[in-house]
């Protein structure tokens, strides 16, 4: 429900610049509220005591919720992990720096699943966000608390969200608003808590196109501090047009495996976009079958990589020590980490052993090189591709406690071949089935996220 502040965030800025808002009262009310609302639905595991903002710049004084797994000074940080129960940053990852010296305002770290190993953040270390738009659901994961917390807030607010391998995009499609995860690079990892290096990234959660596109101006570019983020020159996004005419859709019929009253919000969506000029053909993409089995062997091979600093030395909770080094990190590591980053330690561990690397690991590398020309060689010849973000709607909680572990990680299967990819792509709400949000997944080619917003944007203006 919007309230009197409205829900733009670019909006609100406006407003503030002319005057027409008192911020300390909108900042009191704001904490207000997320309070009750985390009190009802578990969206934080810490929300700020006041609401702190520069007096300029491009964001003031919007309030920005963070994700757990990146790194904000004096402020507990624990990427879900009960491993890493009272750490306090004394420093702020770039992207929140940036937030900051724009006028941000930090409200709290959102709850996720531990490191972020999940798809509906059932396996956080701490409490399980619970969907706005049906308690007895899931937000989706691992970002949950990020996304539920921006549908049921209904003033300015932008979300700092991460993925790995559909971590923004699943819980925006199950919570109903926006999720932009953009090219791999474009933003610096410096101070995220890792889960796979070569496929984490940070992107944002808003209720409106313009909001992603506001926060993405503000941290994307080059970071001296992250070696991996990329040298593209900073660029404002905010500049929407929303033009259709004339863009060219793909349309991968191997995403379309799915229930059919899902895919028929994708059709309907895509139908509205022909009306305003743009033109779609239907594509195949057939090394999309291969992009679970390789994400989950090069996902969790990092993982188990990151995790092994864990281990009550230097990183993470320490006990007294008893036995042996071995006997001590073990029951540290037994005791703090959850069963799903055990399982991945160990899944991981394995493929990149001596004498399997070549049958697991390495073959894995071979397919993602393979997916990645797959999405090359569609966007040499179209725009954006188009496809539903999630099989499902955000299931029951009793539902999801039937799965198995490959069942969970079933649920990706339209959401890893971009992020191995590594390219840009948004997830939009487009409808809804049983009450609950659909979304639907717009995708481009490297560093064209100027491209995708704009067509998000013309998409946004038409469905709303
Ligand atoms: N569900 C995926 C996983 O468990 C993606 C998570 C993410 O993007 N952090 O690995």
Redesign the pocket.
């Known amino acids: 429900m919007a309230s009197s502040y409205g829900t733009s965030a670019k909006d609100f800025v406006k407003s503030v610049k002319e005057g027409s808002a008192d911020v300390k009262e909108f900042h009191e009310k704001f904490l207000e509220r997320a309070r009750k609302l985390d009190k009802q639905y578990n969206f934080f595991l810490t929300i700020a005591e006041k609401l702190e903002a520069h007096k300029k710049g491009r964001l003031y004084p919007i309030p920005v919720s963070v994700k757990d797994c990146i790194c904000t000074r004096g402020m507990q940080t624990t990427a879900g992990s009960r491993i890493l129960e009272g750490y306090v940053p004394v420093f702020d990852a770039t992207c929140v720096e940036a937030i900051k010296n724009e006028g941000g305002a930090v409200v709290g770290k959102t709850q996720q ?1 531990e490191f ?4 509906f953040s059932v396996n956080s270390g701490y409490e399980i966000p619970k969907n706005p738009h049906d308690p007895d659901r899931s937000c989706g ?2 970002s949950g608390g990020a996304a539920g917390f921006t549908a049921a807030i209904g003033m300015p607010h932008i979300a700092l969200a ?6 923004i995009s ?1 819980p925006g499609s199950f919570c109903g608003v926006i999720g932009l995860t953009p090219t791999y690079g474009l933003v610096s990892r410096y101070g995220l808590i890792d ?1 796979a290096n070569s496929l984490d990234k940070i992107g944002c959660m808003a209720t409106s196109v313009e909001d992603i596109a506001l926060l993405l101006s503000v941290m994307a570019g080059k970071d001296e501090k992250d070696p991996t983020s990329s040298l593209s020159k900073k660029e404002d996004y905010g500049k929407l047009e929303g033009r259709l005419k004339g863009l060219k859709i793909a349309v991968p019929k191997e995403y379309f495996r799915i229930d059919k009253k899902i895919s028929k919000h994708i059709w309907d969506s895509i139908r509205l976009l022909e009306k305003e000029g743009a033109r779609y053909d239907e594509i195949s993409l057939p090394s999309t079958g291969l992009g679970l089995a390789s994400y989950y062997i090069i ?1 969790t091979s990092e993982a188990s990589t990151n995790l092994a600093k864990y281990c009550g030395m230097r990183y993470g909770k320490q006990d007294a020590m008893e036995g042996d080094y071995n006997e001590y990190f073990s029951s540290i590591r037994g005791k703090y980490l959850g069963r799903e980053a055990k399982r991945r330690i160990l899944l991981g561990t394995f493929s990149r052993m001596a004498g399997y690397k070549d049958k697991y690991y390495i073959r894995a590398l071979q397919a993602r090189g393979v997916i990645i020309d797959e999405f090359n060689k569609a966007f040499s010849k179209h725009d954006i591709i188009i496809a539903p973000t999630m099989p499902i709607i955000a299931p029951k909680f009793s539902e999801i406690e039937k799965l198995s572990p490959v069942d969970h ?1 079933k649920m ?1 299967i339209l959401t890893v071949c971009p ?1 191995l990819a590594g390219i840009p792509h948004i997830s939009l709400p487009c409808g809804k089935e049983k009450g609950m949000p659909v979304g639907m997944h717009m995708m481009a080619g490297h560093f064209k996220e100027k491209k995708l917003l704009d067509a998000a944007y013309g998409f946004e203006r038409l469905h709303s």
């Open positions: 699943d972020g190993f999940g798809t994961g691992s991460e993925s790995t391998g559909g971590s699943c889960y996902a990680y990706d992020n």
